[in-house]
């Protein structure tokens, strides 16, 4: 009901004021909507209850909340918030709270790069005051890698290489490209940047879209602190895709699948020897676990050259032999792509 009380008395106010029109000072116009926008700005506030929302920052989170993956735009965030650095708080939401809150100009620029995927958003209808809210769970680490991000921010080093060294100060762990983005002091190049670290530079950098559909779009990882071999950079993202895709994100030869558990990785490289000159079409990269086995007890089983007790192990020369450590405790099953001639009928 107090919304209703509210809107009587700004009804009665833009009722008097109709005689303040006739007036011939500019000032008392003024002057006589002044109440009126004050009870307006109390009436965005009142359509959530003190009981639910008892700040600003409080009833941004609770809109945002109750419409996640949808568009909301700055006016929504002033009405409901009843004030005009609605913006700060946005930010105060995701540097000091962690959540994944993106801007249209952040969202625009992910896209660019295909690393948007959600159908039912136009990103292109998206202007710099309009926000989404990417997850519904709270980030409880986003407080101290924003301060390193801070701290690396200031360096008189290139968009890159920021990018880099806080990705590899945060391996294993998930970053936003929200976050990606203020290492870049805002500049539109950052999510190119990092699609020139994972194809040209080879550091195994993951998204929902390029082989982790575990991950929350907007989500970015470092899987490993290693670069991939040079001759395994030469497959495009949208091939590595389409074969992920193509094979329903499981490995061809143990099943060993992504999608099965969220604490896997995927790893693309050539398992022949030398690799160079190998074929990097679609039809002639099947899926492939590598050489690490699963260990149910809970730790690393390494196969070596010739080991047949994983079902993916290789046993030619020139393999590539190897495993990592999941940060999280988890298991890597490492993805493989083998040239079909080398492939048994």
Known sequence: MKSEKIRKELQELLTNFEQELKSDSLRNKVLSLVPCFNRLRDLGKSLIPSTIARNARDRILHYFQKYPAVIISGDELLVVS????????VRELKVQFGWSIVSGLTTKQMAEENEFPLPNIDVKSMGPSDYILLSSQQDRDAAHRWNLANEIRRESSSVRDKILKYLRANVGQKVTGEELKYLATDRSEWARRVRELRTEFGWPIVTQNTGRPDLEVGVYLLEADRQSPEHDRLIPDLVKREVLRRDNYKCTLCNWSV??????SCERGHRLSGGAGRSTEKQD?????????????????SASPGDSDHPGSGGSDGDEVGHRADLRGGFLCQFVWISSEEVSP
């Open 259 to 264: 999608r099965s558990n969220n604490l896997i």
């Open 82 to 89: 009843g004030i005009q650095e609605y913006a700060r708080r």
């Open 285 to 301: 990269l099947p899926s492939r676990t590598g050489e690490t086995g699963h260990d149910p007890q809970g730790g690393w089983q």
